[in-house]
């Protein structure tokens, strides 16, 4: 089993940042690829980005193309969500995902069986 704890959630103005961290524990190893979702009230969990623990390959949502970066610190067992020029619309909660189906980077929720809780994101305009 993998455990994910994420952390660096909080309230910020339009056009501000924040740096969002997931820490993995357990089995890290199993794990191919670590993810970033999102989930505003209402509507369905959403892809943000991912990256490959060995090649440090990454995919974005075209929403956050330019504005967010995934990175990884693998000494740390960490996974990193740097978010600059934040918009309303990126308000939600932010979950730390990974998943075992080695040489795939996915984009579906449904490919990740490995969660943390979630950390809140709320910008105001």
């Known amino acids: 089993q993998v455990q994910l704890v994420e952390s660096g959630g909080g309230s910020v103005q339009a056009g501000g940042s924040l740096r969002l961290s997931c820490a993995a524990s357990g089995r890290i190893s199993s794990t191919y690829a670590m993810a970033w979702f999102r989930q505003a009230p209402g509507n369905a969990r959403e892809f943000v980005a991912t990256i490959t623990w060995r090649s440090q390959s990454t995919t974005y949502a075209d929403s956050v193309k330019g504005r967010f970066t995934i990175s990884s610190d693998n000494a740390k067992n960490t996974v990193y969500l740097q978010m600059s020029g934040l918009k309303p619309e990126d308000t939600a909660v932010y979950y730390c995902?990974?998943?075992?189906?080695?040489?795939?980077?996915?984009?579906?929720?449904?490919?990740?069986?490995?969660w943390g809780q979630g950390t809140q994101v709320t910008v105001s305009s």
């Open positions: 995902a990974g998943h075992t189906s080695w040489g795939r980077l996915l984009t579906g929720a449904d490919g990740y069986p490995f």
